[in-house]
């Protein structure tokens, strides 16, 4: 068959339609004649003679030259061209454009140095790293047109960001109405320090604020003089000191006798020494501490000092300092039982032979770790709730991993295996001192805990070891020492009226957390007492009458006041949340007050943690205040 000739096929080709290839272009262009990738083009602007023009597919851009050249208007057509497309094409998304290395965005030397303030504060980084070559060539490389600070331009800048960040600090506390501290003592490489913290209620949205205060360097012995001046400067300082509700510290003899005597008197608070403990963990009177008795004339004592030269707020003891007290020393006493004696001491006796060989030997912990797919803890005498997880570790280990992996471990240790007696009496040691840990945890909060939260904990918590004792084999004895401890430490603060209503102001727990009537009376009628104080000091201070009238204004009242309708109404409301408290003026401002300190000191102990984190052995060289600075401003975020 012979093939078609060229001509013939030319023919067939311009026989075919011709497509557009730019459709905004086609009320301008109309397609003459086309070839491989170039089109002959007709504009229709250009009459009563017609232009012929060529262009390639990928490239239109002498049509937009040509249009523009004769009338200017491209861009007017076109984009109304592109408007009067029909909507059934679909036009695909333009691609984002991609940044160029020289359109990045600058920023200004101020910027860069506050960043630099910024990782370096929140970083806990020593001001010397902006010497180190690789940072300033990480900060010229992001920004080719900046200077890196140099150090001593660091320091002032903390120090700068510091007192801005205490003046703002200073106008939020002048806000507030009811405040809390809490202050510890702490000492790390020869030097000792002073730390307060700040916590209380925004009074609208019911959120708890917590800052730190001071961390300040404490010269010489840390007497209760010492202490108390230190804390009365601070509390001047920030102007809070008539605002300090409570102020909540440990069972130091320092501490304790600070508050007895520059405080305020407070009935569940400094009266016998059940919170200190000596070295070999027997209670000690906090007068026979380290000072050494010295006799004076008290005549020329008392013309030097009145014990009004400072004044402190309303101490509390901590309750999680007490309970560790509690789980420890007082638990000990539990070994008079004979026979709680013997078992208790072949598991423990056993336990620390495995504790110190996987913290002494590596081989041992890869040991450990093979058998038993967890690596064991071991218990720090400082540490609060130690014991009880070392001795959870070893019964998860039994309850997950089998007897077997133990006794397995015991062997290629070559360590005294744990006899089933042995493992039971742990199983139920865990068990007796959960409850006691948990509450530890739950006291130890710092945002969601309130003072009202003690009484109801430690009388659950008494609850709970009750009835452990019912089906206790082992740990009766144990269980024993536990409550006459608690009753021991916290006899005077459960029967405070001021916690108990506290407790009842808490709408988590009102009235429910205990059955003793006597109990919840003294809470309501404490609450009903100081609500009839703020109302007559509300009117004392809204009316201008006389003081005749004043006197004798109560006699006017008739039927129950406000604030007692409100109590009942709050105590009658079925929700459990802080939103309860807020349509009951009286009452929520009273909440307030009894409920912003803390029951214990964590928060401080946190404080410290933080400070450990700055204050390394490599940085010990740092100037006081300079470390004091830079923990607070890592502290206080929001205020700078």
Known sequence: MSQPSTSEEAGSQEDQPLVHPWPYLEEFFEIVGSKNNSFRMRCKLCQPKYHELMAFKNSPSNLKKHIQVRNGRFTELTSAA???????????????????????????????????????????????????????????????????????????????????????????????????????????HRRGFIGVTAHWFNPQTMDRSCVALACKRLKGSHTFFALASTLNEIHTDFGIREKIVRTTTDNGSNFLKAFRIYGQSDENNNLEPVGEVDDDGQDVDEEDGSEDVEFVDAGALLDEDDYLEYQLPKHHRCACHLLNLV???????????????????????????????????????????????????????????????????????????????????????????????????????????????????????????????????????????????????????????????????????LADPELIAAAILVPKFKTCWTSDEHIIKLGLDYIRSHLDCQAENSISEGSQSSEEEDFLSSLKKTGPPETTQQLDAYLGCPGDTVEVLKPFPAVCKLSLKLNTALPASAACERLFSVAGLIFRPRRACIGSKNFENQMLLRLNKAYW
């Open 327 to 493: 789980s420890t020393v007082d638990a000990s006493k539990a070994d008079v039982n004979p026979l709680y004696r013997r078992v208790s001491r072949s598991a423990f006796a056993k336990c620390s032979s495995l504790w110190n060989k996987s913290s002494r030997s590596t081989t041992a912990a890869e040991v450990i770790e093979d058998n038993c797919k967890l690596q064991l803890i071991r218990p720090v005498p400082t540490r609060w709730n130690s014991l009880f997880s070392a001795v959870e570790r070893i019964v998860r280990i039994t309850r997950e991993q089998g007897e077997g992996a133990l006794a397995a471990v015991c062997s290629e240790l070559d360590t005294p295996k744990f006899t089933p007696v042995d493992l039971a009496f742990l199983a139920e040691y865990a068990k007796t001192m959960s409850p006691v840990a948990k509450a530890l945890d739950v006291l130890q909060g710092e945002t969601s805990v309130q003072m009202g939260w003690l009484v109801p904990t430690i009388t659950l918590l008494t609850t709970k070891l009750q009835q452990l004792s019912v089906t206790s084999k082992y740990s009766e004895p144990l269980i024993a020492a536990l409550l006459s401890g608690l009753e021991k430490r916290f006899r005077d603060m």
């Open 82 to 188: 592109m408007k009067r497309k029909s909507s059934t094409e679909v036009s695909p998304a333009p691609l984002p454009k991609q940044a160029k290395l020289w359109e990045a965005r600058r920023v200004s030397q101020a910027s860069v140095d506050k960043a630099i303030l910024k990782f370096i504060v929140e970083g806990l980084h020593p001001p010397h790293i902006v010497k180190q070559p690789r940072f300033i060539e990480l900060v010229q490389h992001l920004q080719p047109n900046t200077n890196v600070m140099t150090r001593n331009t660091v320091v002032n800048k903390v120090m700068k960001a510091s007192t801005d960040m205490k003046i703002k600090l200073k106008a939020a506390l002048n806000e507030v109405e009811f405040i809390a501290t809490t202050t510890d003592c702490w000492t790390a």
